[in-house]
């Protein structure tokens, strides 16, 4: 038989390798300790002798908790949790009671929380520490590109967009920091050309409020300049022709009255009279269109108007033809240069005090030159054009270059003061169809 008492079984129970305050009991259906590792406890009374007893008898197996404050004497009275496991035994009424301290049943698990709430710190730290990176590498760029571009959206394309990151955010920042640099140059581009723009519409306006300028002054020039051909008729008709006609009415009254009186003096006195008016009027009428430029063509007027202008002036001239002088331009042309020509002339006889003037018309299949130079005072010609007088200086010019633009000519001036004057005048040529044989 087995003697459960035996200090063998309390050595084999204390050789089990257990923690501080746990203890390894044998209790019998009464309730009594018949064995444990703990020698002073043996046959003395379970704390929880009915509880253990029903166990037994009933083969009952339980797990729980107590606390432990039936200690003996000497022993730590403090109160403490244990946890309480009962086996019964099969072949006895008895059990086997392990009591161990709740702090080391749990202390695995204790250990593994306390792990895992320190693992849980890490991790929220680590967390804190990506979202602080991931806020400093996505969301702070992101939001810069987006305050970029809310500043380029109102205008403002100064400040760059300052993301020196090398990921994806930082090429598209650096993308859209070229995409501002260009979109800065073309607006810049595009204020010079409307400045250019602008410049350019109010350099126009003033050409052409000066174009409307001078051909207001052509127009008065023109109006001023028929008033005045018509008071030249006017004058040479009644202190000339009027006169003279005056002076052969009276001539033939005379006859009328003394018939006997008639003689070849007289005739000859209302003959001269005749002529003198027949000569007014063809002066008249060469004045107004000379009919030496349709019966002898061009180079003809010119000399007659050489002739006429300067001669009496005491101004040399000297004419020069080059190329085929005997082919006939068409009529409107020949009509222009001698209008320019005879401008030219005349300005040379009334205010260029020169002594010699020297005329070169050249002519070829391609065009007409015609040169008009003379050793006068000269004058300013950009003054002259540009500063139009109430009395009509400078429209002489005007009215020249714009007679020569409507067949396509170009008429240049070159000239300074007390440097003399040349003018060139170049026309295209179109042949008249009827040629001088």
């Not at 409020?209 to 127009?219: D, G, H, N, P």
């Not at 180079?299 to 000297?318: M, T, V």
């Not at 020249?400 to 000519?409: P, Y």
Request: aromatic content about 4%; some cysteine; hydrophobic content about 40%.
């Amino acid at each position: 038989m087995l003697d459960p008492t035996s200090y063998i079984i309390t050595k084999i129970l204390k050789s089990i390798p257990l923690g501080k305050n746990t203890c390894v009991e044998v209790v019998d259906s009464n309730g009594i300790i018949i064995s444990s590792n703990n020698p002073s406890r043996i046959l003395t009374s379970s704390d929880h002798d009915r509880f253990l007893s029903s166990l037994a008898i009933n083969k009952k197996t339980s797990i729980g908790f107590c606390h432990r404050c039936h200690l003996d004497e000497g022993r730590d009275r403090s109160r403490t949790n244990d946890i309480m496991a009962f086996a019964p035994l099969s072949s006895a009424s008895w059990g086997v009671l392990l009591r161990e301290p709740q702090e080391i049943v749990f202390a695995p698990a204790s250990t593994l929380k306390k792990r895992f709430l320190i693992l849980g710190v890490i991790s929220i730290l680590t967390a804190l520490t990506l979202a602080i990176g991931l806020s400093r590498s996505i969301v702070k760029p992101v939001q810069t590109l987006i305050n970029a571009t809310r500043r380029i959206g109102e205008g403002d394309l100064s400040l760059p967009v300052k993301i020196n990151s090398k990921d994806e955010i930082g090429v598209l920042a650096r993308s859209f920091d070229n995409m501002r640099l260009r979109l800065h140059d073309s607006l810049e581009k595009i204020k010079r050309h409307n400045m250019e723009l602008e410049h350019i519409v109010m350099e126009r306006t003033r050409q052409l409020r000066e174009s409307q300028r001078k051909i207001s002054a052509l127009l008065k020039q023109v109006i001023s300049s028929q008033e005045e051909e018509r008071r030249r008729i006017a004058r040479e008709l009644h202190d000339e022709t009027l006169q003279d006609i005056s002076a052969f009415l009276m001539k033939m009254d005379m006859c009328r009255l003394y018939p006997e009186k008639i003689d070849i003096k007289k005739i000859e006195e209302m003959r001269e009279i005749l002529v003198n008016i027949h000569q007014g009027i063809q002066g008249i009428i060469q004045n107004l269109r000379p009919s030496i430029l349709d019966d002898l063509g061009l180079e003809a007027s010119i000399r007659w108007i050489l002739e006429k202008n300067l001669k009496d002036k005491g101004i040399n001239y000297f004419f020069e033809i080059r190329g085929h002088g005997n082919m006939r331009l068409d009529p409107q042309i020949e009509t222009t240069l001698f209008r320019i020509i005879q401008e030219a002339v005349s300005n040379v006889a009334k205010h260029s005090h020169a002594e010699n003037v020297f005329v070169l018309l050249k002519r070829s299949e391609e065009g007409i030159n015609v040169e008009i130079e003379d050793d006068g005072v000269g004058f300013d010609v950009e003054a002259a054009l540009n500063n139009v007088s109430p009395d009509g200086r400078g429209l002489g010019i005007i009215g020249m270059k714009e007679r020569a633009s409507l067949f396509d000519g170009l008429l240049s001036i070159c000239s300074a003061p007390g440097m003399g004057t040349r003018i060139t005048l170049k026309f295209p040529l179109r042949k008249n169809k009827k040629e001088n044989g």
